[in-house]
């Protein structure tokens, strides 16, 4: 018998061509079985996908779609075909005929559908290799390898094994990318053998809420968050969480909130203080009620004496790629390419890093810094880790980089330890709302995150277009200036 028509008759119990539940769905079943029925019934009622979730999943496709290197040659078999029962057809058509390696193979069992990242032909059997953007894997990520599984162990019966790709945190880039080395893969077999019941036990149920047809009446809870913030959140929480609701108390823990919440205390003025354990939830709880703030004279006294003029604010931008792009760097290792210092006036050094500026950037800290007594940071762990790590690159700047640490001092401490609060925080005291709050002539442009920051530099890094180029790194040193004026400001309110 021919190899293909062995595969042939090996590839019994195909899938049927409809479809109810996807990798995607299924997901958010285990999640919530609203989200799940919402999900497949009223998608139009999801929030806006977050500039941050469109990075993360931007930095997944673009990586999966390096990890087909590792088999390279393989047939995208959903590249022409729209409809996902032509391309779980289609799939089916390839392993007939013993195809060596395809992208995005697809299968349906159980009217759940998924999509592999990679199917290899290998001694005869088939191995799936699911990728994944991450150094970590998390519970999630397991999950749907092993629904993948279950899917492919009962529609693929020269199937052998499911291996998550992850990114080795350990890979160093030499003078060329090594895909083999970049990638580790890990068996997910023994796991998903010992959970085979349990997903199809879990797949009979989606479906079963899918036949009932009436949108489950899940109260709103952890499972919210967990493992991520749930689309439905601008539905569900809407009309039940209202500016003064007992959710939005800062710094206690979620399920006490919700024991509070489920209990009937709905409000923060329905919220006795003997049920609260710490103090200074109960002096936010005071302020929120009182609209009133926070002061601990005391502490900011105290910060304000360490401010030695002449002083200026420093921020730094950051890029932390996956791939590592430049010679002697790890996976997701951070790489400045932006620094402004603020006195009233903006001083900034860029660079596009397509060489290694490194030692350029902390010669250009320690030259800008000299001239100031103290440098104001928010949140100084990252500009911390930062020149530490340049520290170790380059030793001979070790003595003045040292000296720039003793010179900074973080207004974000204040605010982190309840020395000032204002309601209008809410439970958030980043940057940006804090300044909104407490500042009014300080205002963001287009970038409004780090993350976001990130993910326009990669785009200027490798853009043709000098217009779009220009106008990027404008928007980049906008930000950058912005964060450093806004912490500046806040000082000098702290002051007053
Ligand atoms: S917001 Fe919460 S309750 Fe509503 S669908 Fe999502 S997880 Fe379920």
């Not at 420093?314 to 002697?328: C, H, R, S, T, Y």
């Not at 902390?362 to 800008?368: A, N, P, Q, R």
Request: aromatic residues 12%.
């Amino acid at each position: 018998m021919q190899t293909g028509l062995i595969l042939l008759y090996l590839t019994i119990g195909m899938s049927t061509n409809t479809y109810s539940i996807s990798k995607t769905s299924f997901i958010k079943f285990e999640q919530c079985s609203k989200a799940f029925f919402l999900y497949k019934n009223y998608p139009y009622l999801r929030d806006k996908l977050s500039i941050d979730k469109q990075i993360t999943f931007k930095r997944g496709h673009d990586v999966g779609l390096l990890a087909q290197q590792l088999f390279p040659g393989g047939i995208d078999v959903s590249r022409d075909l729209k409809n996902l029962p032509e391309v779980a057809e289609a799939t089916q058509k390839l392993i007939s005929e013993a195809a060596p390696v395809i992208y995005e193979a697809t299968f349906i069992y159980k009217e759940t559908l998924i999509m592999v990242d990679i199917l290899v032909l290998e001694n005869g059997v088939y191995n799936a290799y699911e990728v994944k953007s991450s150094i970590k894997v998390s519970d999630t990520y397991y999950k749907d390898a092993c629904l993948q599984y279950y899917v492919l162990k009962n529609s693929l019966n020269n199937f052998d094994d499911l291996f998550l790709v992850t990114i080795n945190p350990d890979y160093v880039l030499e003078d060329e990318l090594d895909v083999k080395k970049l990638f580790r893969k890990r068996s997910v077999k023994k796991r998903a053998e010992e959970n085979i019941a349990y997903f199809d036990h879990r797949v009979s149920e989606a479906l079963m809420v899918l036949e009932q047809n009436t949108i489950p009446n899940t109260p709103i809870g952890k499972q919210c968050f967990k493992p991520y913030q749930c689309d439905f959140f601008g539905t569900c929480w809407k009309d039940l969480v209202t500016e003064n609701s007992v959710l939005n108390l800062p710094q206690v823990d979620r399920g006490l909130l919700f024991d509070w919440f489920s209990s009937g205390i709905k409000t923060i003025s329905q919220l006795n203080d003997d049920l609260i354990e710490k103090e200074n939830v109960k002096k936010i709880k005071n302020a929120i009620l009182t609209n009133s703030e926070i002061r601990d004279a005391e502490r900011i006294n105290h910060f304000i004496s360490k401010i030695t003029e002449p002083v200026a604010s420093m921020d730094m931008e950051i890029w932390n790629p996956a791939v590592p792009q430049l010679k002697g760097t790890k996976p997701f290792e951070q790489i400045p390419f932006l620094v402004c210092f603020y006195d009233g006036n903006t001083r900034y050094f860029f660079t596009d890093q397509q060489t290694d500026k490194r030692k350029e950037f902390g010669e250009k800290l320690i030259e800008f810094s000299k001239d100031y007594k103290t440098i104001l940071v928010y949140d100084k762990t990252m500009e911390v880790a930062v020149i530490n790590t340049l520290i170790q690159l380059y030793p001979e700047l070790k003595p003045e980089l040292d000296i720039l640490k003793t010179k900074m001092l973080d207004v974000f401490e204040l605010f982190l330890n309840l020395s000032y609060y204002h309601p209008g925080f809410g439970s958030n005291v980043s940057l940006k709302v804090v300044s909104a709050t407490l500042l009014n002539d300080v205002a963001y442009s287009k970038i409004n995150s780090g993350l976001e920051a990130m993910a326009y530099y990669g785009q200027y890094r490798i853009s043709e277009n000098e217009l779009e180029r220009s106008t990027i790194f404008q928007d980049l040193v906008d930000y950058c200036s912005t964060d450093t004026e806004a912490t500046f400001k806040l000082a000098r309110f702290l002051q007053k």
